[in-house]
């Protein structure tokens, strides 16, 4: 059974899954297990045990877990009190719950 649905070009890495390269994903990524790399998807969804180190491009970006490096989101950018980010993060609207956690440099792309 494949993780991958082609139907809705959308990506599931569960928790123990270990991953290291460049991931294109033409809609929703959710990841639980270790990433290193580059990630480019319209929506992430970094899970409680997620963990990404590297370049991030999406449209929306939620995180529960860890997320780290350098991150580009054109959209909301949302951290849960369980989420940390770390990094250089360019974003166009941010939301940080109260517990979530932000270690590094951040910029808007709105004027």
């Known amino acids: 059974m494949s993780n991958v649905s082609n139907l809705n ?5 569960p928790d123990g899954v270990t991953f290291v390269g460049s991931i294109n994903v033409p809609g929703f990524a959710q990841i639980n297990g ?39 989101c054109k959209g909301l950018v949302k951290i849960f009190k369980t989420g940390k980010v770390s990094g250089k993060l360019t974003y166009s609207e941010i939301d940080i719950e109260r517990g979530g956690q932000f270690i590094g440099n951040m910029g808007s792309t709105k004027s």
């Open 9 to 13: 070009n959308d990506l599931f890495i």
């Open 34 to 72: 270790d990433i290193s790399g580059e990630i480019n998807c319209k929506e992430l969804e970094v899970g409680p045990k997620g963990n990404i180190k590297g370049k991030v491009q999406a449209q929306g970006i939620q995180v529960h877990g860890q997320l780290e490096n350098d991150i580009n």
